[in-house]
Structure formats: C-alpha cells, structure tokens
T-cell receptor
Framework: EAQVTQNPRYLITVTGKKLTVTCSQN?????MSWYRQDPGLGLRQIYY???????DKGDVPEGYKVSRKEKRNFPLILESPSPNQTSLYFC??????????FGSGTRLTVV | GDSVTQMEGPVTLSEEAFLTINCTYT??????LFWYVQYPGEGLQLLLK?????DKGSNKGFEATYRKETTSFHLEKGSVQVSDSAVYFC???????????FGDGTTLTVKP
C-alpha cells in the first residue's frame, strides 16, 4: 500500500531533550515536506526537500532541522525542543503530479 | 509571498444541501491548486486538483474550477452527506517547487 509513515504518533518530552520524528515513504517520491498544524493557524510548512541532499526552509523553520540522505526518508529533528513547539506534525510526499500524500501525524507535547 | 484565503467556518448544513466553500489565492507564476480533506484524527487527503486556468478538478461529487481572472478555486458539492463532515483545506503549489501554501481550513458539519 502506498503510504507515508511517521513515528511516533504521540510523544511527550521535556524542554531541551533532543528528539527525532521519523518519516518514510514507499512511493519513490522526489518531494517531501514537514508541516505543523496549530489551532487558528492552519497548516504551516517547516522544511521541504526536492530530492536527496536538497532541502530548503519553509515558513517556520526556526528550531527544526531536517536531512534527506535517502529518497524514502525525511526525519525531523528538534535539537532543543521548547513548549512553543507543542503541535501536531505532518510529513508529506509528492511525485510529479504535485498532490501531497500525508502521514497520519505526530502529536508532540513539550513540557 | 504566496497566500491562500478560505471562507471562515464553521459551516453547518443539513444533509442533501448544496455546499460552497470559497477559496482565493495570491501567487506569483502559475500555481497548481488543490483541495484537501481532513477527517477527525487523520492526516490530510488529497480531494481534487487543477493545474492550469479553467481546469475543473472533481472527485467524490466535489468540484472546483481554477479561475485565473478572479484568482479563485471554490469547492462545491451538490448534495452533502453526513460522512462529508470534515475540515477542508485549499492549497497552492508553484510548478517544480517544493513549497506549498495552505489556507486555514474550513470545518464542515453535516447534520442528518
């Protein structure tokens, strides 16, 4: 089944403790992207990647890092999480038709 | 920069009513336009898309037409069902670009 898999689905962590949210797609898509969803703010793009080793900032990149060493994987790294990064995160991938396929989401709480 | 403005919600309709959710955009170049749907507790799913002016995207009874002259991409459905209750997002993406811009989402509730 074609899908984008994110892990974990839920995560509670403490301020300053580094964490990684993994994302993997099995559709051989070139484009991958991370979004955060917050009430009243809609969906905002954090980082995106147009291919292996090619990444760029979205609208809200501060406090996040990404890497794209393999085509299928696009992990999101929070080096020093803060409470304002508490949010619902989505990974997505896209091929040449430009419509994104989204993962099921990761609900992150930073205390 | 690019932006997408959606009709504010929430929208509440009775079953079999006609649905319109307005979406207008500002963008450079010639973006592709999308509607996504998000059911409770799930990720977004692509509902329909249009890649150039005057294209009509359609899926599951939903339709939207890419209107360049009015920079709009309004979502319509002739007869909604309870199962259509969800949050709907309008989005744009410029060709060969990884960057996408989403509207704030419109919550639709359909009552029996």
């Amino acid at each position: 089944e074609a899908q984008v898999t994110q892990n974990p689905r839920y995560l509670i962590t403490v301020t300053g403790k580094k964490l990684t949210v993994t994302c993997s797609q099995n559709m051989n898509h070139e484009y991958m992207s991370w979004y955060r969803q917050d009430p009243g703010l809609g969906l905002r793009q954090i980082y995106y990647s147009m291919n292996v080793e090619v990444t760029d900032k979205g609208d809200v990149p501060e406090g996040y890092k990404v890497s794209r060493k393999e085509k299928r994987n696009f992990p999101l790294i929070l080096e020093s999480p803060s409470p304002n990064q508490t949010s619902l995160y989505f990974c997505a991938s896209s091929g040449s038709n430009y419509g994104y396929t989204f993962g099921s989401g990761t609900r992150l709480t930073v205390v | 920069g690019d932006s997408v403005t959606q009709m504010e919600g929430p929208v509440t309709l009775s079953e079999e009513a006609f649905l319109t959710i307005n979406c207008t955009y500002t963008a450079t170049g010639y973006p592709s336009l999308f509607w996504y749907v998000q059911y409770p507790g799930e990720g977004l799913q692509l509902l329909l898309k249009a890649t150039k002016a005057d294209d009509k995207g359609s899926n599951k009874g939903f339709e939207a037409t890419y209107r360049k002259e009015t920079t709009s991409f309004h979502l319509e459905k002739g007869s909604v069902q309870v199962s259509d209750s969800a949050v709907y997002f309008c989005a744009l993406r410029n060709t060969n670009a990884g960057k996408s811009t989403f509207g704030d989402g419109t919550t639709l509730t359909v009552k029996p």
